[in-house]
């Protein structure tokens, strides 16, 4: 099976692409055909070990699974690099130096691509084609790309090779995407701002196309003061079945929870359900709706007078209680060193025009460099890299698609607004009344703050 990586086919040159002679190929299960031609090339040893596959350790832990079957077991990747002997005959190293900055196998990446070398050239030129509103609206599939870097080659320093796992953007990911059972194409309303989906689609690239550094965290959803201003990952992508691993889901709707947006815990023990603002509000919307209509007016409850039993439910409280019940990690190696193969700690990294060394020499230990070259890939940069230096990279189309919410409205709309007051003990929902035509009653008032799932007061 051929990677899908690459947006062009890397015979054509362009100007700013980045040359990198390597492509992927994945390991297919054993066929017929494929025994009977082992056979055949028993004879042939040394052609058989040189195409022999290597078997790629998924770095990424989702939390969730594919279909019951564990992320290891689904992630783990048996590949093959074109030409592989030549891939091989590179010496192998644990980090590059590009224009000052150190990189590091494992370690994440942004890839510049078409769009963002535009854009560079755009700035540099004075001609930017975007506004500070445009900027703001810009996909973040418009970025640059991000990876992972699994593991770093070199034959001299203007021939410096990264082998990578792409990161997706949600918007990325293809039409016929699974979840489960559930077709999930493109972004979902939970993703994130700034979150990524990891994957097993490995592609290699000339580093020469590298823009920055990228700060990229996994979110376990328990403990997520981390993630806010870091990108982030809590999915993984097969490439291969165009699977995503599972989610974990909350509130009465049992959907996942949306890191940029207010999840609310249910005080009650026995319940204890996180809870999304806006299905907290929604609940609270509906139920004024279907006790005031379009022109029942509200009036608050009076106060108990003097004599009078102060334990007494509001008529409001009362509604509200009889509807509701009717409604009732430990870094492991990513790549094992093939056996015999020495791996060096640093290359220097140059544009295939760079000068040679004086000494000829091409391969060295000391901090890489590259110079005003810059080739392009598309990651998700909260900073934008300096000059056009990087090259592009090339990566076969990953064709997703913005999802685009069906029309749903409510019969509370335009009649009546919620908002949700925590700074009060215990916290309140705000309503108010927008109906024109009801000229009597409150416009505005409180009421209790009721869990979507066990109906009880939050406090």
Not at 144 to 159: F, G, M, N, T, Y
């Amino acid at each position: 099976m051929s990677s899908s990586a690459r947006k062009r086919p890397r015979a054509e040159v362009e100007e700013n692409k980045a040359e990198c002679p390597f492509s992927i190929t994945y390991a297919e299960p054993d066929t017929k055909a494929q025994k009977k031609s082992k056979k055949r090339r028993k004879q042939e040893p040394d052609e058989d070990d040189a195409k022999k596959s290597s078997k790629q350790l998924s770095p990424f832990s989702p939390s969730g699974d594919f279909n019951g079957k564990s992320a290891n077991d689904v992630l783990d990747l048996e590949y093959n690099v074109v030409p592989q002997k030549k891939w091989l005959e590179m010496t192998r190293y644990n980090s590059f130096v590009l224009n000052g900055t150190k990189y590091f196998s494992e370690g994440f990446i942004y890839v510049a691509n078409d769009q963002t070398v535009q854009r560079q050239k755009a700035a540099v030129d004075g001609s930017a084609d975007g506004d500070a509103e445009k900027a703001f609206k810009r996909s973040k599939s418009e970025d640059d790309w991000v990876a992972r870097i699994l593991e770093i080659r070199a034959s001299d320093e203007h021939h410096v090779y990264a082998r990578i796992y792409w990161m997706y953007w949600p918007e990325e990911l293809p039409e016929g995407t699974m979840e489960g059972k559930k077709y999930t194409g493109g972004r979902q309303p939970y993703h994130g701002h700034n979150e990524l989906i990891a994957s097993n689609h490995m592609d290699i690239i000339n580093v020469v196309s590298v823009t920055l550094p990228a700060n990229v965290k996994q979110w376990i959803e328990e403990n997520d003061d981390e993630i806010q201003e870091a990108l982030y990952w809590r999915q993984a992508f097969d490439c291969r079945t165009q699977q995503l691993s599972s989610v974990e889901r909350t509130c009465k709707c049992r959907q996942p929870a949306n890191p940029d947006k207010t999840l609310i815990g249910c005080s009650n023990k026995e319940c204890g359900k996180w809870l999304h603002e806006h299905c907290l509000r929604e609940d609270a919307l509906t139920r004024t709706y279907e006790r005031l209509g379009r022109d029942k007016p509200h009036f608050a409850a009076k106060p108990p007078t003097e004599g009078t039993a102060s334990v007494a439910e509001s008529d409001i409280e009362k509604e509200v209680k009889e509807e509701k019940k009717m409604d009732d990690g430990v870094n492991i190696p990513l790549s094992p060193t093939e056996s015999g193969a020495e791996v060096k700690q640093t290359i220097d990294a140059k544009p295939s025009d760079a000068p040679e060394e004086p000494n000829g020499q091409s391969v060295t230990e000391g901090t890489p460099a590259i110079q005003d070259e810059r080739v392009s890939q598309q990651p998700t940069t909260p900073a934008t890299p300096s000059a056009l230096e990087a090259p592009l990279a090339s990566r076969k189309a990953r064709s997703g698609k913005k999802r685009i919410a069906a029309s749903d409205t409510k019969a509370y709309e335009g009649l009546f607004e919620a908002k949700i007051l925590m700074d009060m003990n215990p916290p309140k929902i705000e309503i108010r009344d927008l109906r024109e035509n009801v000229a009597e009653g409150d416009k505005v008032w409180t009421e209790p703050l009721l869990c979507v799932v066990c109906s009880v007061e939050i406090s």
